[in-house]
């Protein structure tokens, strides 16, 4: 039988799920919402979606041409085209954007977010605040998207490269294998089991690297508008010690909730078959991240509003609640929060957004089962 997925999102990783899964062989519905629309015009104009085989001289992966399925700006058709929902959205989109499918949704089916960054836990209680506590879903976190991606042009990417394995895991975490079960045939890489969805946010590689980098280098990437290789010219030996330290209190925390969290390092070599010795190293040398110059160029951008405010204030609340040190997570918000003129201790993913307020670190670990 023909595989079919239902992509909500049309940025740069809608637009690149849409076409490495119907490379894969699946049939793709593509939703856009109004407004956020254009690549679907764009896609309808060139009759599907390129993905360049270099860019500048750079050479790229997974180049080739792919019709889509459906493309469409119809919510509900989206909804019904698929038991598969995919939101490759960022984590600010996840609620409005699962509050207006929530209407058309039905048991049995699975929505599924990359990244997660304890999503399934947030869309869980809006379900069950919104009155439909019987809908039988099964929520699927990612640790982060499977692709260092860029749409280059009007229906057009540079796939940079692809992780070897995606970690993942369901709300409740006792579907977890069914939903892997389920998922596998549309992913063009192996998805591979988490301990539960706390797991998987606690092992989103963006932790590290993305908000305190960034938080640490933001004079030079404001005035010289974001024109270097992130990640090689934003980590120095010095700010990779700080993010080491900061590394230790992720560690910590999920210690303190009995859960298994590989390291940064270890994370980073197994996901890019690399064999670096430390942080430093692969910042420096990871021929997928060093590909292009691309680098945030203000304070205003995802690696701070996203990977702060839905990772790193997890983090502080789970530190608060547990007793563990977050002193370099606690200042590179309120650094932040100084930046942008905003409060994400408040704004951010708390655990009372996500359900799990009031509740002891034993009770968390029963909920997420």
Same mark, same amino acid.
């Given at each position: 039988?023909?595989?079919?997925?239902?992509?909500?999102?049309?940025?740069?990783?809608?637009?690149?799920?849409?076409?490495?899964?119907?490379?894969?062989?699946?049939?793709?519905?593509?939703?856009? @919402?109004?407004?956020? /629309?254009?690549?679907?015009?764009?896609?309808?104009?060139?009759?599907?979606?390129?993905?360049?085989?270099?860019?500048?001289?750079?050479?790229?992966?997974?180049?080739?041409?792919?019709?889509?399925?459906?493309?469409?700006?119809?919510?509900?058709?989206?909804? /019904?085209?698929? $038991?598969?929902?995919?939101?490759?959205?960022?984590?600010?989109?996840?609620?409005?954007?699962?509050?207006?499918?929530?209407?058309?949704?039905?048991?049995?089916?699975?929505?599924?977010?990359?990244?997660g960054n304890y999503g399934s836990l947030v869309l869980n209680k809006i379900k069950n605040e919104r009155g439909y506590r019987d809908l039988d879903i099964t929520f699927v976190d990612a640790i982060s998207i499977p692709w260092a991606t860029r749409i280059h042009d009007k229906a057009?990417?540079?796939?940079?490269?692809?992780?070897? *394995?995606?970690?993942?895991?369901? *709300?409740?975490?006792?579907?977890?294998?069914?939903?892997?079960?389920?998922?596998?045939?549309?992913?063009?890489?192996?998805?591979?089991?988490?301990?539960?969805?706390?797991?998987?946010?606690?092992?989103?590689?963006?932790?590290?690297?993305?908000?305190?980098?960034?938080?640490?280098?933001?004079?030079?990437?404001?005035? *010289?508008?974001?024109?270097?290789?992130?990640?090689?010219?934003?980590?120095?030996?010095?700010? @990779?010690?700080?993010?080491?330290?900061?590394?230790?209190?992720?560690?910590?925390?999920?210690?303190?909730?009995?859960?298994?969290?590989?390291?940064?390092? /270890?994370?980073?070599?197994?996901?890019?078959?690399?064999?670096?010795?430390?942080?430093?190293?692969?910042?420096?040398?990871?021929?997928?991240?060093?590909?292009?110059?691309? @680098?945030?160029?203000?304070?205003?951008?995802?690696?701070?509003?996203? /990977? @702060?405010?839905?990772?790193?204030?997890?983090?502080?609340?789970?530190?608060?609640?547990?007793?563990? $040190?977050?002193?370099?997570?606690?200042s590179c918000l309120n650094i932040d929060n100084a930046y942008n003129n905003t409060n994400y201790f408040e704004s951010g993913r708390t655990l009372e957004k996500m359900g799990l307020n009031g509740m002891s670190p034993a009770e968390m670990m029963a909920f997420v089962a």
């Amino acid at each position: 039988m023909t595989k079919r997925v239902t992509i909500i999102g049309s940025g740069n990783a809608g637009l690149t799920a849409a076409y490495h899964f119907s490379l894969n062989g699946a049939d793709v519905c593509l939703y856009g @919402a109004e407004g956020f /629309d254009a690549p679907l015009s764009d896609i309808e104009e060139k009759g599907g979606i390129e993905a360049l085989s270099e860019v500048n001289g750079v050479k790229l992966t997974f180049p080739g041409f792919q019709k889509i399925a459906k493309v469409t700006r119809n919510l509900q058709e989206a909804v /019904d085209f698929s $038991d598969i929902l995919i939101l490759p959205v960022p984590s600010f989109a996840q609620e409005p954007l699962f509050n207006n499918m929530l209407p058309y949704l039905h048991d049995g089916q699975i929505v599924m977010l990359m990244p997660g960054n304890y999503g399934s836990l947030v869309l869980n209680k809006i379900k069950n605040e919104r009155g439909y506590r019987d809908l039988d879903i099964t929520f699927v976190d990612a640790i982060s998207i499977p692709w260092a991606t860029r749409i280059h042009d009007k229906a057009q990417l540079a796939i940079l490269g692809m992780k070897e *394995f995606l970690p993942v895991a369901a *709300f409740p975490a006792s579907r977890t294998a069914d939903a892997i079960a389920r998922l596998q045939p549309i992913f063009p890489l192996p998805l591979e089991p988490l301990q539960n969805v706390i797991a998987a946010g606690l092992e989103n590689i963006n932790y590290g690297g993305h908000p305190l980098l960034t938080t640490l280098n933001m004079g030079l990437l404001e005035n *010289f508008d974001g024109k270097f290789n992130y990640y090689k010219d934003c980590c120095s030996i010095a700010t @990779a010690r700080a993010a080491a330290k900061m590394e230790e209190e992720r560690q910590a925390i999920g210690k303190a909730l009995g859960l298994n969290i590989r390291s940064e390092l /270890d994370m980073m070599n197994a996901l890019y078959a690399m064999e670096c010795k430390t942080v430093y190293e692969v910042n420096r040398t990871s021929e997928t991240h060093g590909k292009l110059n691309s @680098a945030p160029n203000s304070s205003q951008h995802r690696y701070i509003t996203e /990977d @702060a405010a839905y990772l790193l204030v997890p983090c502080h609340e789970f530190g608060q609640l547990l007793g563990t $040190d977050t002193t370099i997570i606690t200042s590179c918000l309120n650094i932040d929060n100084a930046y942008n003129n905003t409060n994400y201790f408040e704004s951010g993913r708390t655990l009372e957004k996500m359900g799990l307020n009031g509740m002891s670190p034993a009770e968390m670990m029963a909920f997420v089962a």
